[in-house]
């Protein structure tokens, strides 16, 4: 039911800043930078639209939402997380999905406004593993912490819990963005990670409160442990490079 609080003071501030980069693998390939000319995607540079890789990974979080809940292709419910009969390859799928139009817009929202972020320090191939890794992360969590089935008598005829949703991998974000700032000695970099941060902090203190509260899922099926997961994923993504990776 709407947007959290402070939404609107991030988009003044960072509607400038959530730019394309144009990097279709950026430096986590090796190729580099490619400079000003080539980071501006799409026709005519427009710098308020999504960089290649926030796009891709809109396209494939919007795709999949009008084939399971506009064009209800039933296939598509194989790719949530089924707690009961989990296959491999589902942590990485639901991680794409979601339940309802409320669910995917909130989502596709701060995954354009922070991966955008993400992607404008360390490109597209820096957006999509640090969804990826924070995504799946988020999801193992869930599998692991929450119950395998609900409902049913005495284990008999219980429904499988699902998990599915964008929101553990964007918590991942929201961690990243922060901490890639606060990587850079640069005074305007530290002074975005300080802006980032207080809106960052603020919704993991929530969740956490809600998580204690609710015992990790809250009203109306929000993953608490997910979004928590993914957030703390990201910290100890950033943390490990920082180790072993040399300085730039």
């Given at each position: 039911?709407?947007?959290?609080?402070?939404?609107?003071?991030?988009?003044?501030?960072?509607?400038?800043t959530?730019?394309?980069?144009?990097?279709?693998?950026?430096?986590?390939?090796?190729?580099?930078?490619k400079?000003?000319?080539?980071?501006?995607?799409?026709?005519?540079?427009?710098?308020?639209?999504?960089?290649?890789?926030?796009?891709?990974?809109?396209?494939?979080?919007?795709?999949?939402?009008?084939?399971?809940?506009?064009?209800?292709?039933?296939?598509?419910?194989?790719?949530?997380?089924?707690?009961?009969?989990?296959?491999?390859?589902?942590?990485?799928?639901?991680?794409?999905?979601?339940?309802?139009?409320?669910?995917?817009?909130?989502?596709?929202?701060?995954?354009?406004v922070?991966?955008?972020?993400?992607?404008?320090?360390?490109?597209?191939?820096?957006?999509?593993?640090?969804?990826?890794?924070?995504?799946?992360?988020?999801?193992?969590?869930?599998?692991?912490?929450?119950?395998?089935?609900?409902?049913?008598?005495?284990?008999?005829?219980?429904?499988?819990?699902?998990?599915?949703?964008?929101?553990?991998?964007?918590?991942?974000?929201?961690?990243?963005?922060?901490?890639t700032?606060?990587?850079?000695?640069?005074?305007?970099?530290?002074?975005e990670?300080?802006?980032?941060?207080?809106?960052?902090?603020?919704?993991?203190?929530?969740?956490?409160?809600?998580?204690?509260?609710?015992?990790?899922?809250?009203?109306?099926?929000?993953?608490?442990?997910?979004?928590?997961?993914?957030?703390?994923?990201?910290?100890?993504?950033?943390?490990?490079?920082?180790?072993?990776?040399?300085?730039?």
């Amino acid at each position: 039911g709407g947007l959290p609080d402070g939404t609107d003071d991030l988009l003044k501030k960072y509607g400038d800043t959530a730019r394309a980069t144009g990097q279709f693998i950026g430096r986590a390939s090796g190729l580099g930078d490619k400079g000003p000319s080539q980071r501006r995607g799409g026709r005519g540079g427009n710098s308020s639209s999504a960089g290649n890789g926030v796009f891709l990974l809109l396209l494939v979080n919007v795709t999949l939402f009008v084939l399971d809940q506009v064009m209800h292709v039933s296939v598509v419910k194989d790719l949530y997380l089924n707690h009961m009969r989990p296959r491999w390859w589902q942590f990485v799928t639901s991680i794409f999905c979601h339940a309802n139009y409320a669910h995917l817009s909130g989502n596709i929202f701060f995954l354009y406004v922070f991966g955008n972020i993400v992607e404008q320090e360390e490109g597209a191939f820096g957006v999509w593993f640090s969804y990826l890794f924070t995504g799946v992360g988020a999801a193992a969590a869930s599998y692991l912490m929450l119950p395998k089935g609900v409902g049913g008598v005495l284990g008999m005829g219980a429904a499988a819990t699902v998990s599915l949703g964008a929101s553990g991998a964007v918590f991942g974000l929201f961690a990243i963005s922060v901490l890639t700032k606060l990587a850079k000695l640069d005074f305007r970099k530290l002074l975005e990670a300080v802006i980032l941060g207080q809106f960052v902090i603020e919704r993991f203190v929530s969740e956490a409160k809600m998580a204690a509260a609710a015992g990790g899922i809250g009203a109306g099926g929000v993953n608490h442990v997910a979004h928590l997961a993914g957030a703390l994923v990201g910290v100890a993504l950033i943390w490990t490079l920082a180790r072993i990776l040399p300085p730039e």
